[in-house]
């Protein structure tokens, strides 16, 4: 079945550290998104891809920095994580319709 | 630039009742609404999508909303809730096809017995 993998599911890092969360889609989809989620719920488009060697910043700025090398793949990193980074991170993917998908999410948090 | 609106940020209800979570949006073009939810430690699931035609959308798990352009609103119903739609729901927005979803802040359900 098409879908969307995000991992890790849950990962408890120290500051400082470098750390690349990772998003693949099964369904070719050429568009991917990540979304920050704030512990109260509210979701916050931070980068987004319309293809291969795409990406651009969304609605909240974030240190994170993506890239887009595969259809299929869309790895978010931080190069120094800091608890202010401490968050559920959604990766979702649409096709030509209106189908959004979203992955399981990661929830971060750096002690 | 367009914008999403949940009116309440939580709505407790007792089983079996009828609930509505309201969604008001700003856009001053045609726009595509969504509700999703999203139950604890999970990804976004669709209930239901506006695209065109029918005002009245239904859904899965026995959800429907109404699509009311005069009012921008997109409100999201179910007649009688079980305890098993205790979740958050979302409602969002977008422009066309494939470009991003603006999301608004959620509504928590609570659904108790």
């Known amino acids: 079945e098409a879908d969307i993998y995000q991992t890790p599911r849950y990962l408890v890092i120290g500051t400082g550290k470098k750390i690349t969360l990772e998003c693949s889609q099964t369904m070719g989809h050429d568009k991917m998104y990540w979304y920050q989620q704030d512990p109260g719920m509210e979701l916050h488009l931070i980068h987004y891809?319309?293809?291969?060697?795409?990406?651009e910043k969304g609605d909240l700025s974030s240190e994170s920095t993506v890239s887009r090398i595969r259809t299929e793949h869309f790895p978010l990193t931080l190069e120094s994580a800091r608890p202010s980074h401490t968050s559920q991170y959604l990766c979702a993917s649409s096709g030509l319709s209106y189908g959004y998908t979203f992955g399981s999410g990661t929830r971060l948090t750096v002690v | 630039a367009q914008s999403v609106t949940q009116l309440d940020s939580q709505v407790p209800v007792f089983e079996e009742a009828p609930v509505e979570l309201r969604c008001n949006y700003s856009?001053?073009?045609?726009?595509?609404l969504f509700w999703y939810v999203q139950y604890p430690n999970q990804g976004l699931q669709l209930l239901l999508k506006y695209l065109s035609g029918s005002t009245l959308v239904k859904g899965i798990n026995g959800f429907e909303a109404e699509f009311n352009k005069s009012q921008t609103s997109f409100h999201l119903r179910k007649p009688s809730v079980h305890i098993s739609d205790t979740a958050e729901y979302f409602c969002?927005?977008?422009?066309?096809?494939?470009?991003?979803?603006?999301f608004g802040k959620g509504t928590t359900l609570s659904v108790s017995s």
């Open positions: 969002a927005v977008t422009l066309q096809a494939g470009t991003a979803l603006i």
């Open positions: 891809s319309y293809g291969v060697n795409s990406t």
């Open positions: 856009s001053s073009v045609s726009v595509y």
